[in-house]
């Protein structure tokens, strides 16, 4: 069992930026990838970025793509999120996820273990 924890949300004005953390409890082996997805009210949980353990592969979703940055610090197990240039729309809870194996996915169901989620709220 990982246990996966996100911090780092908070309420910033429009093109304001802010530094997403998720840490995982347990040393992952070199084949887990992490990802972050985010739900804002009413809507659907959605990819927004991933990252291989290797740190050699990433992906984003297109409405984030140059704004947003994944990067991951293997020895502290921890996955971060440089946002950038923050929208209003990019309001939502932001989920890290952690799944045991080595491809990206976009789908919630390709992901095993989640976090609590930390809450990013842009104001116009």
């Known amino acids: 069992q990982v246990q996966v924890q996100e911090s780092g949300g908070g309420l910033v004005q429009a093109g304001g930026s802010l530094r997403l953390h998720c840490v995982a409890s347990?040393?992952?082996?070199?084949?887990?990838?992490m990802a972050w997805f985010r739900q804002a009210p009413g809507k659907e949980r959605e990819f927004v970025s991933g990252?291989?353990?290797?740190?050699?592969?990433?992906d984003y979703a297109e409405s984030v793509r140059g704004r947003f940055t994944i990067s991951r610090d293997a020895d502290k197990n921890t996955v971060y999120l440089q946002m950038v240039g923050l929208k209003p729309e990019d309001t939502a809870l932001y989920y890290c996820?952690?799944?045991?194996?080595?491809?990206?996915?976009?789908?919630?169901?390709?992901?095993?273990?989640w976090g609590q989620g930390t809450q990013v709220t842009v104001s116009s």
């Open positions: 990252i291989s353990w290797s740190g050699r592969n990433t």
């Open positions: 996820a952690v799944t045991q194996f080595g491809t990206i996915g976009r789908q919630i169901d390709n992901y095993d273990w």
């Open positions: 347990t040393r992952t082996t070199s084949t887990h990838t």
